[in-house]
């Protein structure tokens, strides 16, 4: 069975920590993706790969970066957490954005 | 530029039918949906290409309008499985082609 496995189920940390958001997946898909999912916001774009060590913002970058060093793993780095920034993390992949997403479970993050 | 959808909450009864739309002010090259269940994640549903489309699978169908500009979401005799949030994933061809998600309907089911 495919998936997109996501590392924390639930995270607390404290204002003006670094944290680590780790996503993998198992079926070799080139596009990788991280939104935040808010109440009434609905699933908003933080940043997104196509490949190896490639990234492109989204549209809502501001205090975050990613890693992609493996073509299975995409890392979203909170270099500062803030509270602004408890939410609801969901990671998804896709082979080609025309197929559909397939998404990790979630990360609720609680940011103190 | 997000795409609308609507209603953004409905409470059914089992055996009750529900509509959620989902409406662009572009043309869309597709759309899609997803349905989330609290504490889980997403799962694609269907996809829609074609202006005029209908699919479906069991009592979930979906429908895709003309100008290619709607998308609607039919459940049909709600179980209590159907509870969750529905979202629409639309791809539009601006230039690039950009992936939006919609604002999300809650559906709940009671028994």
């Known amino acids: 069975d495919v998936k997109v496995t996501q590392s924390s189920r639930y995270l607390v940390k404290r204002t003006g920590e670094k944290v680590f958001l780790e996503c993998v997946q198992d079926m070799d898909h080139e596009n990788m993706f991280w939104y935040r999912q808010d109440p009434g916001l609905g699933l908003r774009l933080i940043y997104f790969?196509?490949?190896?060590?490639?990234?492109e913002k989204g549209d809502i970058p501001e205090g975050y970066s990613v890693s992609r060093e493996k073509k299975e793993r995409f890392s979203l780095i909170l270099e500062s957490a803030s509270t602004n920034q408890t939410s609801m993390y969901l990671c998804?992949?896709?082979?080609?954005?025309?197929?559909?997403?397939?998404f990790g479970s979630g990360t609720r993050l609680t940011v103190v | 530029q997000q795409p609308v959808q609507s209603p953004q909450a409905v409470i059914l009864r089992e055996g009750e039918d529900a509509v959620i739309n989902c409406s662009s002010s572009?043309?869309?090259?597709?759309v899609h949906w997803y349905r989330q269940k609290h504490g889980e994640a997403p799962v694609f549903l269907m996809i829609l290409l074609k202006g005029g489309e209908q699919k479906g699978h069991d009592k979930i169908s979906a429908s895709f309008n003309e100008k290619k500009q709607q998308s609607s979401l039919y459940l049909t005799a709600s179980q209590l499985s159907y509870s969750g949030t529905y979202f629409c994933g639309t791809l539009r061809t601006s230039g690039t082609y950009k992936y939006i998600f919609g604002t999300g309907t809650r559906l709940k089911v009671l028994a």
């Open positions: 998804a992949s896709s082979s080609e954005v025309f197929y559909g997403y397939t």
């Open positions: 790969s196509y490949d190896v060590k490639m990234k």
């Open positions: 572009k043309a869309l090259y597709s």
